[in-house]
Structures are given as C-alpha cells and as structure tokens.
C-alpha cells in the first residue's frame, strides 16, 4: 500500500464505469450530434460493465469486503462494498439499464416522443444518477457520501422536467425543493456526527466512543436523527414523501421507474451507511431513540402509503403511494442494529425494485398504445392513465397481462408471486427476534391491507375486456396485418428495446418467483 493512498480501479468499476458512459456520450454528441443511437448504445455498454465489475463483492464474503481509496492507519479506507453494497449496486445498474431501454431513441416517424434534450442530455443524466447511486452505496467518508446522495438526486430532477409540460414542471418543482430541504438537513446532520464523533468517516469505533459520553452521545443522536430526515425524504418515507406522487405522476412512465427503482435504491444505501456504524460500534442500545424513530416512521409510512393507494385510479399515482407503503417495510428492519437487519432491508428493497419495475414497463407499454395519447404526452385518460385502461389486459394481451399480474402478485406477497412473500418474512424476521411485537403486528396488518391494494388492481385485469374499439392494443391499426406468436400475446407490435426490458424485469421475476434466493441470496 502507498504511504498516501492505494487504488483499486476495478473495485471502483461499479462507479467509474457509468461515469466514464456519461463523458463519452456528452463527447461523441458533440463529435457526431446526429448518431442518436449510439449515446443509448454506449448506456447500455456502461451499465452491463458496471453491473459485471459489481457482481464479485456481491458474492463476496462480508467479512472481507472489496475496498479502494485506502489511507494509512487510522483513516482506513474510503470505498468499501460487501454482499450487501454489491448487490445494491447490481439492483441499481440492471435497473437504470432497463429505464434506459424503455426510453431508447424512437425511429424516425414513429408516434413516440422523445423527451426534451435530445438522447445524449437524457443518457448523461440516466448515467450520472447510477453514479450517485453506486457511489453513496459503498462511501466510508462524509465527504463522498454527501456528493453522491445529491449526484444520485439532481439528475432525476432534471429527468422528471424534461417532459415539459406543466404538471412535469411541478413535479420537478417539488422534487428540486424537497431535496433541497434534505440537503440541508443532511449537512446539519454530517456536521454534528463529525462534531460528535471526530471522525470524517463512518466508524463504528468512533460512535461507540461518542456513544459513551452523555454530552457528545446527545450530539450524535440528535445528528442521526437530521441524517435520517435528509434521507427519508429521497426514500418517500412518511412524513418527508409528499413530493413523491406528484414527481412520479408529472414525469414519464419510464422517469417514474427510475424514481421508483434506481432513486430508492440510492436512499436506502446511504441510510444504510449511517445506520451500519450502530451495529458495528457495538452499542446500538446507545441509539435507541433513533432507532424507535425508524420504527415508527416504518409503520406510519407503510400504514398512510396503503390507505391512500387503496383509493387511487391512476396507476402512476397508485404506484407512487405503494412506493410510500414499501418504503415502510424496507424501513422496518432497521430499527434493529444489526448486520442481519441490514441484509434484510436491503432483500426487500431489492424485491420491490424487481416487481415494481415490471409493473412501470406494462404501465409504459399500455400508455403508449393508448389510442388517444397526446404528441405532447399530456397527462389523465388520454395516456391511458386509468385503471380502467387495464380492463381485460390479462385475456387481450397475456404476456403484458401476466407479467403485471406477477408483479402485482409479488408487490402484494401473494403466489404465485412467492418473491415478495419471502422478502416480507425476512423483513419481519429482525423485528420478531428484537421482540418488537407491536411493531410486527402492524406491519401485518399492512400485509393483509397491501393485498388488497394490490388485488383490487389484479381484478381489473381478469374483468371480460372492452368492447372491440377501445384500442388498448391496437393503437391506430398498428396491429393489423401479419402478426408473429410475440405480437399476438403484446396485443400489437412493442418496440424492440421495449421489449428487451419487459423480457429483462420479467425474467427477473419469474426467475425469482421461482427461486427467490436468486435475489435474496446476494445479500449474504
């Protein structure tokens, strides 16, 4: 190791991978403007290297994770990703990979619209976000730490604008404003842990040290709990979430997938490495108070996010609120400071992500077929924006049908989409063996009224469909003619990138469905 710093570049591939992306594709749009293709070609080549370089600390063994960035004794190092921090990352890179697929450059007189920017604009904000999020996940320091939850937040903004219209415009306005209230409060709390612990880096040492002494232990808590509020607003936990349906309902259904998937993935990493230090130091009874917060946060989030989806009719919207109510349960381990609680919340995260970015790829790929969508993408019923648009979907379009059906299946906890029922027996597991039992039986109770979230949706799938016209599949003839075994179960042709997403998130499930270590297992 060098006296000053030891640099591991493939232990740093998950980061550098994506950002190295973003440069090329802002270079070759000013070499070659008119190659639209080749920024999303150059995306998808950035986030499979990315996803390939994270997989070996996600297999790796928690007692010997990957590390760069290294100082000399005692600042240790930098960078550092476990089990858990790998498969974040995996979860954040295949899920920006499918966004980016689902907003893949259209051809040249087709119906779909492109966002405001041009390719290059939206694959460079797609790539700088997957930055954010891959970094935060595995940051030891302070410094990194804050750069990347905001590297991971800013772009979405911009995502969430790009669309241009107005309800985009106070989508982002929400958005841009909620984060920075979290940004402040995040800065406030950085700089009371370092105040508190004297550490730039998060240590467990450190916080059981300031743990020990009442004054500084009184610094510390109250510095957790500001990070905890910064955080939670980017992870949409109640009461920090009420930008959340009106930035999911303002951008496109692709955007909405990216705040529901890669944003989340982000939040819940960086809440992790606040909360890790706790169950390292050893004292995490020192920290009760912070840890009876996320417990009620947890249950209040869970409880108000499912009451409100019960009531929802645009599936954007009802995506969003459940977006709130999961939040709850990824939570829900973590007013328990342990490592096994933070595998935990890091399996369900990993399980909401795989449902709900399917559930986004059916809602995307019926909006667009809706037969009175606008050129502008303009928002209610005339983007198929309604539960009702889904009437019969299971018999008139199987494929679509039952890989929204799986995913809302899984969301609910129920088979055959065993995924989301294992990941809440292992995010109620913490709870139980902490003998929480209040806190277990509400979040039971939002179990049973999650399912019934979920299946109310479920049941407009299985209705008889539509009178013939209605044209949820057959957007303005384009299905007529010859069509392939593929098309007839789409309902019509689906864009080629499209596809490969459904095909990508679907698989997934499926696979999961089937063999839910698959997911879970990375986590240790």
């Given at each position: 190791?060098?006296?000053?710093?030891s640099?591991?570049?493939?232990?740093l591939g998950?980061?550098?991978a994506?950002?190295?992306?973003a440069?090329?594709?802002?270079v070759?749009d000013?070499v070659?403007?008119r190659?639209?293709?080749?920024?999303?070609?150059v995306?998808?080549l950035a986030?499979?290297?990315g996803?390939?370089l994270?997989?070996p600390?996600?297999?790796?063994?928690?007692?010997?994770p990957?590390r760069?960035l290294?100082l000399p004794?005692?600042?240790?190092?930098l960078?550092?990703?476990?089990?858990?921090?790998?498969?974040l990352?995996?979860?954040a890179?295949?899920?920006?990979l499918?966004?980016l697929?689902l907003?893949?450059p259209p051809?040249s007189?087709?119906?779909?619209?492109p966002l405001?920017g041009?390719?290059a604009?939206?694959?460079?904000l797609?790539?700088?976000a997957?930055?954010g999020?891959?970094?935060v996940?595995a940051?030891?320091?302070?410094g990194?730490?804050l750069?990347c939850?905001?590297?991971?937040?800013?772009p979405?903004?911009?995502?969430?604008?790009?669309r241009?219209?107005?309800?985009?415009g106070?989508g982002?306005?929400?958005l841009?404003?909620?984060?920075?209230?979290s940004?402040a409060l995040?800065?406030?709390?950085a700089a009371?842990w370092l105040l508190?612990?004297?550490?730039a880096?998060f240590?467990?040492p450190a916080?059981?040290?300031?743990?020990?002494?009442?004054?500084?232990?009184?610094v510390l808590l109250?510095?957790?709990?500001?990070l905890l509020?910064?955080?939670?607003?980017?992870?949409?936990?109640?009461?920090?979430?009420v930008?959340t349906?009106?930035?999911?309902?303002?951008?496109?259904?692709p955007?909405a997938?990216?705040l529901?998937?890669?944003?989340?993935?982000?939040?819940?990493a960086?809440l992790?490495?606040?909360?890790r230090?706790l169950?390292?130091?050893?004292?995490?009874?020192?920290?009760?108070?912070?840890?009876?917060?996320v417990?009620?946060?947890a249950a209040v989030?869970?409880?108000?996010?499912?009451?409100?989806?019960?009531?929802?009719?645009d599936?954007?919207r009802?995506?969003?609120w459940?977006?709130?109510a999961?939040?709850?349960?990824?939570?829900?381990p973590?007013?328990?400071a342990?490592?096994?609680?933070?595998?935990?919340?890091g399996?369900y995260?990993?399980?909401y992500?795989v449902?709900?970015?399917?559930?986004f790829?059916?809602?995307?790929?019926?909006a667009?077929?809706?037969?009175?969508?606008?050129?502008?993408?303009?928002?209610g019923p005339?983007?198929?924006?309604t539960l009702?648009?889904?009437?019969g979907?299971?018999?008139e379009?199987?494929l679509?049908g039952g890989?929204?059906?799986?995913a809302?299946l899984s969301?609910?906890g129920?088979p055959p989409?065993v995924?989301?029922?294992?990941?809440?027996v292992?995010?109620?597991?913490p709870?139980?063996?902490?003998?929480?039992?209040?806190l277990?039986?509400v979040?039971?109770?939002?179990?049973v009224?999650g399912?019934?979230?979920?299946?109310?949706?479920?049941?407009?799938?299985?209705?008889?469909?539509?009178p013939?016209?209605?044209?949820?599949g057959?957007?303005e003839?384009a299905?007529?003619?010859d069509e392939?075994p593929v098309?007839?179960?789409l309902g019509?042709?689906?864009?080629?990138p499209?596809?490969?997403?459904?095909?990508?998130?679907g698989?997934?499930?499926v696979?999961a469905s089937v063999?839910?270590?698959?997911?879970?297992?990375?986590?240790?």
């Amino acid at each position: 190791m060098s006296t000053v710093a030891s640099l591991d570049w493939p232990v740093l591939g998950p980061v550098l991978a994506p950002a190295a992306g973003a440069v090329v594709v802002l270079v070759a749009d000013a070499v070659a403007p008119r190659v639209a293709r080749l920024h999303a070609v150059v995306g998808v080549l950035a986030l499979l290297v990315g996803a390939a370089l994270a997989l070996p600390a996600a297999l790796g063994s928690t007692d010997v994770p990957r590390r760069s960035l290294c100082l000399p004794a005692p600042d240790g190092c930098l960078y550092e990703a476990g089990p858990v921090v790998g498969a974040l990352q995996v979860g954040a890179l295949l899920a920006a990979l499918v966004v980016l697929l689902l907003v893949w450059p259209p051809r040249s007189g087709t119906r779909d619209q492109p966002l405001r920017g041009g390719p290059a604009v939206l694959v460079a904000l797609l790539l700088a976000a997957t930055v954010g999020a891959t970094g935060v996940a595995a940051a030891h320091d302070l410094g990194s730490w804050l750069v990347c939850l905001e590297l991971a937040t800013l772009p979405a903004i911009a995502l969430v604008a790009l669309r241009a219209t107005p309800d985009a415009g106070r989508g982002a306005l929400a958005l841009l404003t909620t984060s920075l209230v979290s940004f402040a409060l995040v800065v406030l709390g950085a700089a009371l842990w370092l105040l508190s612990t004297g550490a730039a880096v998060f240590s467990g040492p450190a916080v059981a040290t300031a743990l020990a002494d009442p004054q500084r232990r009184a610094v510390l808590l109250l510095g957790l709990l500001l990070l905890l509020a910064g955080v939670g607003f980017k992870l949409s936990l109640v009461p920090f979430h009420v930008w959340t349906p009106q930035a999911y309902a303002g951008g496109t259904e692709p955007v909405a997938a990216f705040l529901a998937a890669t944003s989340k993935v982000a939040a819940l990493a960086a809440l992790l490495v606040v909360l890790r230090p706790l169950a390292g130091s050893g004292h995490g009874s020192g920290a009760a108070p912070v840890l009876v917060v996320v417990g009620i946060v947890a249950a209040v989030s869970m409880t108000v996010g499912n009451l409100v989806a019960l009531v929802q009719d645009d599936p954007v919207r009802l995506l969003a609120w459940s977006t709130v109510a999961q939040a709850g349960w990824v939570a829900l381990p973590l007013s328990v400071a342990t490592t096994q609680a933070d595998q935990a919340s890091g399996a369900y995260l990993l399980a909401y992500v795989v449902a709900t970015l399917v559930a986004f790829v059916v809602v995307h790929l019926v909006a667009r077929s809706a037969p009175t969508a606008t050129p502008d993408g303009g928002d209610g019923p005339s983007r198929g924006r309604t539960l009702a648009a889904y009437t019969g979907l299971l018999r008139e379009r199987p494929l679509l049908g039952g890989a929204l059906g799986l995913a809302l299946l899984s969301l609910a906890g129920l088979p055959p989409g065993v995924l989301g029922l294992v990941a809440k027996v292992v995010a109620l597991r913490p709870v139980v063996g902490d003998g929480q039992w209040v806190l277990a039986l509400v979040a039971v109770a939002n179990a049973v009224l999650g399912i019934a979230v979920y299946l109310r949706w479920f049941a407009v799938l299985l209705r008889d469909p539509a009178p013939v016209g209605r044209g949820a599949g057959d957007p303005e003839g384009a299905g007529d003619g010859d069509e392939g075994p593929v098309e007839e179960l789409l309902g019509g042709p689906v864009p080629r990138p499209a596809l490969a997403a459904l095909i990508l998130s679907g698989g997934v499930l499926v696979a999961a469905s089937v063999l839910p270590q698959l997911v879970l297992g990375l986590l240790g």
